[in-house]
């Protein structure tokens, strides 16, 4: 390839580094995948290395671009084995099946969560209709309290009062 990749003084052109990604990527993800040992980790070492060169051009013209991605694909594999940031190998969770707790499994949480919803939703459906709708628009529609306001046709203030009319009497539900 005849392209010179651009150098600091002169700026990238996203067209040879486009052509040069292109007739290089995969050659450059192949060889960091067996130097990594790792598909996942060439890819990204590779896709990684070209955003380098995006953001920060090469102090001088280079006139083997293939020879240059190559050094510097070995150097930033040295690096990434070096410091330790390859992927980690993944193990199926089926080999340990044996030895993990779910703890929300636990029959007596289940209970206790069953019984703290069925609490609060009684305690939602007690709320008198103007309260329980502020609550609603502001905590599951997320509503600001001048939108409310305005949709319901009463003050901010109004809209204060019921929401903290909500949450105190939510709160004495939750916690019987």
Known sequence: MS????????????????????NHFDELRRYLARKLNCPEAGCDAAQ???????AKPPLAPIHNP??????TARNLAIDLLRTGNRRPQFVPIEDHQDTLSDPAADPARI???RRRLHALA???EALPLKCRSVFFLQRFEGLTQGEIADRLGISAKMVEKHLA???LHLRRQWAS
């Open 165 to 167: 009319r909500a949450m």
């Open 3 to 22: 392209a010179v990749l651009p150098s600091c003084s002169a700026p990238p052109h996203d067209a040879i580094l486009s052509q040069l990604y292109q």
């Open 48 to 54: 990684d290395m070209f955003l380098h060169l995006l």
């Open 122 to 124: 009684s305690g939602i």
């Open 111 to 113: 209970t206790e969560a």
């Open 66 to 71: 293939r020879g240059f991605l190559l050094r």
